[in-house]
């Protein structure tokens, strides 16, 4: 009886090794990947933090539930979305008199650099339906089919979505080079 009390002691240990084993590769392997979805999500670097804190806790907990490997970053992004959708649940806004507050102007040091704000702030005026797709495809460099399944929908709807999205941006930037007089002949 002692013999088979430590035999199962053996592979519960053998068993949590495993699993810890198995954490630390994809933490190892998805947490760079992981990390830039949440900052380009929420735009901050401590939330994008915490978020990605929480989302690997999660993981950890539901480590046993990942079957496939290769579905662990589309898992591991579901968890963000649905932690940063918690922090909205929970969150009390602060409201500022914008009388109160001081808005300073902090020049930007060079053209690349505006340039990449610009895109960015294009790219965050585009409804969530075209901007969530383009960056599936832009920072992780998803296929149709995968962003599909991520966002559970139709690979056509996907890649229609891709496409409007691309044409919305092109747009906005030739309307912003025109109006800036940069047209090009």
Do not use: C
């Not at 539930?65 to 932690?83: C, G, H, Q, V, Y």
């Not at 966002?151 to 496409?163: G, I, P, S």
């Amino acid at each position: 009886m002692f013999s088979r009390k430590q035999s199962s002691q053996a592979s519960v240990s053998e068993d949590m090794v495993n699993k810890q084993k198995r954490y630390e590769a994809l933490v190892h392997a998805l947490h760079g990947d992981i990390f830039r979805y949440a900052y380009w999500l929420v735009k901050d670097k401590a939330i994008a933090e915490d978020i990605v804190q929480e989302t690997f806790l999660r993981a950890w907990k539901s480590l046993d539930s990942l079957k496939e490997e290769k579905a662990a970053k589309s898992w591991l992004i579901t968890i963000l979305r649905r932690e940063n959708a918690r922090r909205f649940e929970r969150k009390q806004f602060d409201l500022v008199d914008m009388d109160d507050v001081s808005l300073v102007d902090e020049g930007l040091s060079n053209e690349t650099e505006i340039e990449h704000r610009e895109l960015r702030a294009l790219m965050a005026n585009l409804s969530e339906e075209y901007r969530e797709p383009l960056m599936l495809q832009i920072l992780f460099g998803y296929t149709g089919d995968e962003i599909a399944e991520q966002l559970d929908l139709n690979k056509n709807t996907v890649m229609t979505r891709l496409f409007r999205a691309r044409n919305q941006l092109k747009d906005a930037l030739e309307k912003a080079d025109s109006s800036r007089g940069y047209n090009n002949g």
